[in-house]
């Protein structure tokens, strides 16, 4: 007898996300496995960032489950109905998924260093030995050594984006959430931070990237999302997703984007 195929990491279920009278997400669902790397694109107005904002309850959903792992994100269930969790609840399920935003976030009055373990040491409870050692090892892998005791505003933008994954990498996430990293840097600065995912994602993380940079979506993603009209209307692997597109949205977004 075979194996079962292991479980999905991240799991959408049928997701439904107002803002008002405004459905942003409709009936929403994707699978993603570990060590995956999943890119949403889409028009602005499509519900990709949305989507991405539900999947660690930055958003809360008005319909629908989403599971990291075998945890419901956002609730618990009892006899049926659905129970929103205290805050100390989500903050300890959101360990499990680092978020890297458009703005970087970093702490102005903070150094790199401090910036990086600040979380590992008050929330994880890390000796803070121990997080400046795995500090040290991530400000390598993001190529940023020489820059441990520097402030944010002696940094580039493109710097200032790898210090906040590296902030995100230091909670070792089982997942990393990408909401446009790339779209408030200058365009010198685009492939030191594209260059650093990459990497990741040849390491194994598990990462869903929202982004138009499809350079990067053909170079490390395992698959492409389009995204339209709050629906996933195409989800296929990258050349396919280039080559032979299903969907009319799909087709147009690709013209537009790649002129």
């Known amino acids: 007898m075979s194996a079962a195929a292991p479980s999905p990491l991240i799991r959408i279920e049928q997701v439904r996300k107002s803002f008002g009278t405004n459905l942003v997400l409709r009936d929403v669902s994707l699978d993603v496995d570990a060590g995956e790397v999943v890119v949403i694109a889409g028009r602005s107005g499509s519900g990709k960032s949305t989507l991405l904002r539900c999947i660690n309850h930055l958003e809360a959903i008005d319909s629908g489950r989403i599971f990291v792992g075998d945890q419901l994100v956002g609730y618990e269930e009892r006899a049926g109905k659905r129970i929103p969790l205290k805050e100390a609840q989500l903050a300890q399920q959101r360990q499990e998924m680092g978020m890297v935003f458009q703005q970087f976030n970093l702490f102005p009055h903070l150094t790199v260093l401090e910036n990086i373990i600040a979380a590992p040491?008050?929330?994880?409870?890390?000796?803070?030995?121990?997080a400046t050692e795995y500090a040290k090892e991530l400000l390598e892998r993001v190529g940023l050594p020489e820059k441990i005791n520097a402030y944010p505003q002696q940094l580039s933008g493109g710097q200032q984006q790898r210090i906040a994954i590296a902030r995100a990498l230091a909670m070792r996430p089982r997942a990393l959430l990408f909401d446009e990293p790339t779209s408030a840097l200058d365009p010198e600065m685009i492939s030191?931070?594209?260059?650093?995912?990459?990497?990741l994602s040849d390491q194994?993380?598990?990462m869903i990237v929202v982004s138009h940079e499809m350079g990067f979506a053909r170079a490390a993603a395992d698959r492409i999302i389009l995204m339209h009209e709050g629906m996933i209307v195409e989800n296929a692997v990258p050349e396919i997703f280039f080559s032979a597109p299903g969907h009319d949205a799909t087709r147009q977004f690709l013209s537009k984007i790649l002129r």
């Not at 030191?192 to 990497?199: D, F, G, K, R, W």
């Open 121 to 130: 040491v008050h929330v994880r409870r890390e000796s803070r030995k121990a």
């Open 192 to 199: 030191e931070v594209l260059n650093v995912m990459v990497s």
């Open 204 to 206: 194994g993380m598990t």
